[in-house]
């Protein structure tokens, strides 16, 4: 058992499946009192009613006050989980990279607003953000994935070195593939590139309760990615070879 959240009141958005069902199950059983949100209010209310915790449906964007009242008041850990996967490039339509921005780092920057007044208040608070190893790396085929990932995981390494002086908790969950719909939906470059080390939900969970134990902000399910970030970070250009490489096999396969 993981002492910092026994009996914690908990959010996490997008939990009606998926990485996000992992975690509301696992914190649950970990003792804490667990808000599921999801758009879709049937699949809320189905893993609220397995947990024993409470369906608060809706936009994700908009549930932090209805959330922090079902959970009598106050709201301990945030996890900032609900996603969209959207592929395409440069050229996708304005929509689909407006819903990306406004789905993956608009509703973790409206509900950190939310909490931050009452967190700093009391010295203490736990933001848990769902990115990708698309927000470390990116992602072939989803350009408005790849770069609203970047957003929300710089999102989240700005709340940590803000506030982590004044009690504030932050942590970003990078995995590379789960076997989940999204990944599902990601079609042949997903099948390339993240199919054949998909992992189960679950494993994001034990994941991210390891990286609470110890007190990590960033959480890696798949440690490889850590060699793949240095990479990128201390040579570019051989790592943008690299990924072109794996551009050029998915075209060839197309």
């Excluded at 999801?38 to 994700?60: K, M, Q, Y």
């Excluded at 964007?61 to 959970?71: C, F, G, K, Q, Y």
């Excluded at 994935?145 to 929300?152: C, D, F, L, M, W």
Aim: aromatic fraction near 6%.
């Amino acid at each position: 058992m993981v002492e910092a959240v026994q009996d914690a009141a908990v959010v996490v958005t997008g939990a009606g499946g998926g990485i996000g069902a992992a975690l509301a199950r696992r914190f649950a059983a970990e003792g804490a009192r667990v808000v599921v949100n999801d758009l879709d209010a049937g699949r809320a209310e189905a893993v609220a009613a397995e947990i024993g915790g409470i369906a608060v449906p809706g936009d994700a964007s908009t549930i932090v006050d209805a959330a922090r009242e079902a959970l009598g008041g106050v709201v301990d850990v945030y996890c900032a989980n609900a996603g969209v996967a959207s592929g395409g490039a440069e050229s996708a339509d304005e929509a689909v990279w407006a819903l990306a921005w406004d789905v993956n780092v608009m509703a973790h920057v409206r509900a950190a607003h939310a909490l931050l007044p009452h967190w700093l208040e009391r010295g203490r608070g736990r933001f848990v953000s769902t990115v990708s190893a698309a927000g470390l790396l990116t992602m072939i085929g989803a350009a408005p994935y790849s770069v609203t990932k970047h957003g929300a995981y710089a999102f989240a390494e700005w709340l940590s070195l803000t506030y982590r002086h004044r009690g504030i908790q932050v942590h970003a969950i990078c995995p590379q593939g789960v076997r989940t719909d999204m990944l599902a939906a990601t079609g042949s470059a997903g099948d390339l590139v993240l199919k054949p080390t998909a992992i189960d939900p679950r494993d994001v969970a034990d994941a991210l309760f390891d990286g609470i134990a110890e007190d990590r902000f960033l959480i890696l399910p798949h440690p490889e990615v850590a060699g793949y970030y240095r990479t990128r970070a201390a040579e570019p250009d051989r790592w943008l070879t690299n990924m072109n490489h794996l551009q050029q096999k998915w075209e060839t396969a197309e």
